[in-house]
């Protein structure tokens, strides 16, 4: 099994910039690929970004490729998403999740999750 402790978010203007960290625990971290996910407010958990185990391998939803970039270090179990050129669009709460298949873009698919963290993004 693995856990997942997300942290970094907060309130940042318009075209402002976060990093979002995940830390993990568990001997066998460095077998899960890792997905970004969010949640806004009323709405149905979405699809951001994965990352292969090994890492170099992603793939980013549409609406936030060219500004976010996810990557992970496996020494430190951890895995990031640096998010740049924010919008208010992209207010919601983040999660990280885990899970030991690679190509898992739907929430139900994944087996480990975080507690989530806050990001808003002000006008």
């Known amino acids: 099994q693995v856990q997942l402790v997300e942290s970094g978010g907060g309130l940042v203007q318009a075209g402002g910039s976060l990093r979002l960290s995940c830390a993990a625990s568990g001997r066998t971290f460095s077998s899960y690929a890792m997905g970004w996910f969010r949640q806004p407010p009323g709405k149905e958990r979405e699809f951001v970004a994965r990352?292969?185990?090994?890492?170099?391998?992603?793939y980013y939803v549409d609406s936030v490729k060219g500004r976010f970039t996810i990557s992970r270090d496996n020494a430190k179990k951890m895995v990031y998403l640096q998010m740049n050129s924010l919008k208010p669009e992209d207010t919601a709460v983040y999660y990280c999740a885990a899970d030991l298949r690679y190509g898992l873009d739907r929430a139900r698919d994944y087996t480990y999750w975080g507690q989530g963290t806050q990001v808003t993004v002000s006008s």
């Open positions: 990352i292969r185990s090994s890492g170099g391998t992603t």
